[in-house]
């Protein structure tokens, strides 16, 4: 069987029907051995190769000792499950790949003592980080959507799940990249600018008083270039990539294109090292945002009438996303909706959600490079946004530019 067989067996596999998806069946243990046995192999081969795949803040944080325990007790974890999966379902093929994937790793793993490849040049791809990356908001957000989802009869492996967790990789692999391209304009900034009582100031604030600045500063700045993303035809190229998902859950919110998150990292990053918020503070945010960022794209059902008038939840973000007319230019908030009802763009009708999602007339491609250079193309071929005059007071309709 050649690699393209295994890859369509694997597919079928996990996006099968709910029918040989129920509990007692061994998929969902199966699913659970490949996916840790998967993530064991890649932790090992990002500390065997640290030069080249471990993240640098991850690789000194985590104690050696601490990392094996940990390894140990997920290997166990995933060879228990692909054994159950093996007893329970008559398609062993995803306890088969647990198995194989957890000897892997133990095998080259073995006591972690060491590094198998120097570390030549300061450039490194965030393999741990990866999944790190996905193993947390997996966790969390998973069994959320599992036990309150809005769309019941959408599967965890929904359709296009691969490209939306291929730009979970690619945005992990290249965090060295992003963090220089956001950083480098700060270090020269700083280096030519005079506002050290400022930034003295600021960072002498106490910590939650930094961090509520820094939301309400970012979502200001977010939300002004939200609206330019989606009114300038040149931007809206780059931001509709985000918006061709047709489905919303967890993985939704990945799927961004290269472009668009070096601007918005580098338009929100940049003021807050140089108003001089603490280090600490700029990188709890950076992690809060990302939680909440993943949950507003969640398919998570919950009503949440009190807490939607304060904050930005999924009901809220998912009409942004809606494919509806009456879901186009509105509600542009990351944090806080009365940005938009301060300018003119809120939008939650009654109990209701959208209808579906994406594009209309879905121009953008299937498929990560597709939509890697789907911007670039010529503008002809693509459709341009669609803009609500409604939004800016001048009428009630919608039209297409």
Not at 116 to 142: A, E, Q, R, S
Not at 145 to 154: A, D, W
């Amino acid at each position: 069987m050649g690699i393209k067989d295994h890859h369509m067996r694997l597919r079928r596999e996990l996006e099968a029907p709910a029918a040989l998806r129920s509990f007692g069946n061994g998929w969902i243990s199966g699913t659970l051995s490949a996916a840790i046995g998967l993530a064991c192999l890649a932790l090992v081969i990002a500390y065997r190769f640290p030069g080249v795949f471990a993240t640098t803040e991850l690789l000194g944080s985590i104690p050696t000792a601490a990392l094996r325990i940990g390894l140990l007790v997920a290997m166990l974890t995933a060879f228990l499950l692909a054994i159950l999966s093996l007893l329970l379902r008559k398609d062993a093929y995803l306890g088969m790949l647990g198995i194989i994937f957890t000897l892997v790793a133990s095998i080259i793993g073995g006591t972690l003592d060491g590094a198998w490849l120097p570390n030549y040049t300061p450039i490194y791809f965030g393999l741990d980080f990866f999944v790190l990356n996905v193993v947390l908001t997996g966790l969390i957000f998973i069994p959320l959507e599992t036990f309150f989802p809005k769309h019941q009869e959408q599967p965890l492996f929904r359709g296009e799940w691969r490209e939306d967790m291929f730009y979970y990789l690619v945005s992990s692999m290249l965090v060295q990249i992003f963090t220089w391209i956001s950083l480098g304009p700060v270090n020269f900034l700083l280096a030519n600018t005079n506002w050290e009582s400022l930034r003295e100031w600021m960072a002498s604030l106490p910590f939650l008083v930094q961090i509520v600045a820094i939301i309400l500063l970012t979502d200001l700045v977010q939300y002004w270039l939200h609206r330019a993303f989606h009114r300038v035809p040149f931007l809206w190229r780059f931001h509709a990539v985000h918006h061709s998902a047709k489905s919303m859950d967890w993985m939704a919110g990945a799927r961004m294109h290269f472009a668009e998150i070096c601007i918005l990292r580098g338009t929100t990053v940049i003021p807050m090292f140089l108003l001089g918020f603490s280090s600490t503070a700029v990188h709890t945010y950076i992690f809060m945002v990302y939680l909440w960022s993943t949950f507003i794209h969640s398919n998570i059902g919950w009503r949440l009438k009190i807490v939607e008038q304060l904050l930005v939840v999924p009901r809220f973000h998912h009409w942004h996303h809606g494919i509806e007319a009456e879901a186009i230019d509105v509600n542009f908030a990351i944090h806080f909706p009365w940005l938009d009802r301060l300018f003119g763009t809120y939008h939650m009708p009654g109990e209701r959600w959208p209808e579906g999602y994406g594009v209309g007339g879905h121009p953008v491609p299937k498929g990560y490079w597709a939509q890697f250079f789907f911007p670039f193309r010529s503008s002809k071929t693509q459709a341009e946004p669609v803009v609500n005059e409604a939004a800016d007071g001048d009428s009630s309709d919608t039209k297409e530019k």
